[in-house]
C-alpha cells in the first residue's frame, strides 16, 4: 500500500501601487509499507514522511529598478517503523533579498545577500549555516554581443569563506533571413559543501568531509532557424 496527499495554498496580492507580494504554503503526507532488504523476505515495516514548506515573495518596484525579498521555511519528519526504527527530522531556513537596478535598457546588476540555515534532530542537533554576498552584471548590446559576469562571497560556518566567480558571455548574429547563430561560452567557479546527513548522521556521517571545489568550462554555438535548432557544445 501506498498513500499521498498534498496540499497547496497560495496568496497573492500588492501593497499600493509599488509592493507586490505572494504567500505559499505546500504540504506533502506520504506513507506506505515495505518488505525487508535484508534477508529478502516479507514483512510488516512501514515509514511515513511529512513536509511542510512555506514561502513568501515580496518586490518592491521604483523607478529603475527593484527590491526583491524571497524567503522560504521547511521543516520535515520521516519515521521508519522496522527491526531497525529510524526518525530523521529537520528544517531549513532560506532568505534572499536582492536589488536589481536598470541603468538603461540593456545594462543592469543585481546586488543581493542570502542567508541558509540547515537544522536535524541527531545526537546534539547540528546545524550548519551559509551566508553569502553577491553581485551580477548584465550586458546586453543591441550588435548581439551579451556579457552576464558574477561573484559571490560564501561563509560556511564549518568551512568559512569561499570566493566563486562566473563568466558567461556569448555573442548572436544573423546569418540570412531566415538563419540566426549564437556563440556562447562560460567560465565559473563552485563551492560545494557536504550536507548536513553527510556530515553529522550519527551512524553514516563523516565530519572530516572537505567540500568539494571545481572549475567549470563550455564553449559552443547553436544555430535556429523557426522551430528547429542546432547546436554543438563542450564542456569540461
Same mark, same amino acid.
Given at each position: 500500500p501506498f498513500n499521498k496527499v498534498n496540499f497547496n495554498v497560495g496568496l497573492d496580492g500588492k501593497l499600493g501601487s509599488k509592493l507586490d507580494w505572494r504567500l505559499r504554503w505546500n504540504q506533502d503526507d506520504v506513507s506506505a509499507d515495505y518488505d525487508n532488504s535484508f534477508p529478502v523476505e516479507q514483512a510488516d515495516f512501514s515509514y511515513t514522511t511529512l513536509s511542510n514548506?512555506?514561502?513568501?515573495?515580496?518586490?518592491?518596484?521604483y523607478n529603475g529598478g527593484s527590491l526583491n525579498l524571497?524567503?522560504?521555511?521547511? /521543516?520535515?519528519?520521516? /519515521?521508519f517503523v522496522s527491526s531497525f526504527p529510524l526518525t530523521y527530522e529537520s528544517d531549513n531556513l532560506n532568505i534572499d533579498l536582492f536589488n536589481?537596478?536598470?541603468f538603461k535598457s540593456n545594462f543592469y546588476t543585481i546586488v543581493g545577500f542570502q542567508f541558509q540555515k540547515a537544522k536535524m534532530k541527531a545526537d546534539y542537533s547540528p546545524e550548519a549555516t551559509q551566508s553569502d554576498g553577491y553581485v551580477n552584471f548584465v550586458y546586453l548590446d543591441p550588435s548581439g554581443l551579451n556579457f552576464n559576469a558574477g561573484m559571490r562571497y560564501n561563509h560556511h560556518n564549518a568551512y568559512k569563506g569561499h570566493w566563486i566567480y562566473s563568466l558567461n558571455p556569448s555573442y548572436s548574429f544573423d546569418l540570412n533571413s531566415d538563419r540566426q547563430m549564437k556563440i556562447l561560452t562560460s567560465y565559473s567557479k563552485a563551492f560545494i559543501p557536504p550536507g548536513l546527513y553527510q556530515l553529522y /548522521?550519527?551512524?553514516?556521517?563523516?565530519e572530516g568531509l572537505m567540500p568539494e571545489n571545481n572549475i567549470s568550462f563550455e564553449f559552443g554555438a547553436e544555430i535556429r532557424s523557426g522551430q528547429n535548432v542546432f547546436s554543438a557544445v563542450y564542456f569540461n
Open positions: 514548506r512555506y514561502a513568501l515573495s515580496t518586490k518592491y518596484n524571497n524567503a522560504g521555511y521547511q /521543516d520535515n519528519k520521516r /519515521d536589481k537596478y536598470i /548522521d550519527p551512524f553514516y556521517g563523516n
